[in-house]
T-cell receptor, first 116, second 117 residues
Framework: DTGVSQDPRHKITKRGQNVTFRCDPI?????LYWYRQTLGQGPEFLTY????????KSRLLSDRFSAERPKGSFSTLEIQRTEQGDSAMYLC??????????????FGSGTRLTVV | AQKITQTQPGMFVQEKEAVTLDCTYD???????LFWYKQPSSGEMIFLIY??????QNATEGRYSLNFQKARKSANLVISASQLGDSAMYFC??????????????FGKGTLLTVNP
């Protein structure tokens, strides 16, 4: 168990470009979450998967955002036609359904996106 | 809807002293969990401590304790014997344990703790 891995750690992109982030959850965890954290704020929920099914999407997730979790393993978050307002830390987390609430989530180190 | 309020943008503490980070919450859920996370400059959210709304005793984890006052809807984090490595952002969060939104964590804005030598 190596924890939740996110790649890349940092991404600088020009406005209008597409970017894709990857998250590898803890292998036995069946739930995977994406959060976004802007400067000076706490993380905000974007979406989550149970196995390969995407069960909830926040209103924060515009049509330019798409997330997938093929085969219920790793997940990708793609942002199309990036805007400066997309600059943020994108955090991935995973959890095991049925585990006590005590265990909460395990977060990755995040991908910091800068749109210039 | 759930809301977390952390009123201290920044706190300073001397090494080896104790510090309390404030957190108040608002929810209509009958059952909920409260969490504290630490976020160092590396960005990772590190779980520190959990308190269930139904727990009779305050949670403790090593140097961390949670002062839970349900009637006042507060869940303050107490760090005893502060260390230089405790310097980080600290976030209070909550999650419903009932209903359809029990997967989602709601976070406060955080408190930046600086431990001085």
């Amino acid at each position: 168990d190596t924890g939740v891995s996110q790649d890349p750690r940092h991404k600088i992109t020009k406005r209008g470009q597409n970017v894709t982030f990857r998250c590898d959850p803890i292998s036995e965890h069946n739930r995977l979450y994406w959060y976004r954290q802007t400067l000076g704020q706490g993380p905000e929920f974007l979406t989550y998967f149970q196995n390969e099914a995407q069960l909830e999407k926040s209103r924060l997730l515009s049509d330019r955002f798409s997330a997938e979790r093929p085969k219920g393993s790793f997940s990708t978050l793609e942002i199309q036609r990036t805007e400066q307002g997309d600059s943020a830390m994108y955090l991935c987390a995973s959890s095991l359904v049925g585990a006590g609430a005590y265990y909460g989530y395990t977060f990755g180190s995040g991908t910091r996106l800068t749109v210039v | 809807a759930q809301k977390i309020t952390q009123t201290q943008p920044g706190m300073f503490v001397q090494e080896k002293e104790a510090v309390t980070l404030d957190c108040t919450y608002d929810t209509s859920d009958p059952s909920y969990g409260l969490f504290w996370y630490k976020q160092p400059s590396s960005g990772e959210m590190i779980f520190l401590i959990y308190q269930g709304s139904y727990d009779q005793q305050n949670a403790t984890e090593g140097r961390y304790s949670l002062n839970f006052q349900k009637a006042r809807k507060s869940a303050n984090l107490v760090i005893s014997a502060s260390q230089l490595g405790d310097s980080a952002m600290y976030f209070c969060a909550m999650r419903s344990l009932s209903g359809g939104s029990n997967y989602k964590l709601t976070f406060g804005k955080g408190t930046l703790l600086t431990v001085n030598p």
